[in-house]
């Protein structure tokens, strides 16, 4: 197999060396550049298989570069990994929404770098599951055809719009969704859906899902994920 490419922007020296040592001893290809020009021009005319991007840059910042690659059609497939800095939660919102994968929150281990990248490729390369197929994930089946959630093979009732956020989070396991993303997929059906009422579907989710609550995990700041 072809080993991947990875383009790291980052315009810290010694996270820019850091990170490109650790994912070239993985076995990566790894290109470093330090502005989002230069992530741009690199972007597109190698067209990397994942691109791992400090949101703080000089010049054209970390969301600009998100937003550029994924508003352009050679470039919105790439997976774009977001490293960001305490604080930056309201970023991370935004990264999120307009297309970015995932995020490291700064100061990463090593370790844990190259296992988020190596998940998000596995994701990318993996297409989710159908709008119709069952899903079956941990102890829980999910039958969308008959909206039928099971868990540990015993049926549990839930609304619509329950049954809707679970599908949409469970869909896609270790993916981290913000509030608006979530309204947005579930929008139109029983129930006239807004960021915090998210959270309400969320506490009557969990507490109908019993022990599997624990499989919806509250993001702190950006938004909910399901648990890989
Ligand atoms: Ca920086």
Not at 25 to 51: C, H, Q
Not at 114 to 129: D, E, G, H, K
Not at 177 to 199: E, K, L, N
Request: with cysteine.
């Amino acid at each position: 197999m072809a080993r991947e490419n990875i383009l790291v922007v980052e315009d810290e020296e010694d996270i820019l060396e850091l990170v490109s040592y650790k994912l070239s001893k993985e076995g990566y290809g790894v290109t470093g550049v330090a502005s989002g020009e230069e992530a741009l021009k690199t972007a597109r005319e190698r067209l990397p298989d994942l691109v791992v991007l400090d949101l703080m840059l000089p010049g054209l910042d970390g969301l600009e570069v998100c937003r550029i690659l994924k508003n352009d059609p050679s470039t919105h497939h790439i997976p774009i990994v977001m490293l960001t800095a305490k604080g930056e939660e309201a970023d991370i919102v935004t990264g999120l929404e307009i297309g970015a994968d995932d995020y490291i929150p700064k100061p990463f281990s090593p370790r844990v770098l190259v296992a988020r990248i190596r998940a998000v490729l596995r994701r990318t390369i993996q297409a989710p599951a159908g709008e119709g197929d069952a899903i079956q994930v941990h102890d829980l089946v999910i039958h969308p055809g008959r909206h039928q959630v099971l868990v540990q093979g015993k049926t549990i009732d839930l609304t619509a719009t329950e049954f809707r956020v679970l599908h949409f989070l469970a869909r896609r396991p270790g993916w981290v969704f913000t509030r608006y993303q979530i309204v947005d997929a579930v929008h139109g059906y029983d129930y006239p859906v807004t960021d915090r009422s998210v959270d309400v579907q969320i506490v009557g989710l969990r507490k109908k899902m019993g022990p599997a609550g624990k499989y919806i995990q509250t993001v702190r700041g950006v938004g909910y994920r399901f648990k890989e």
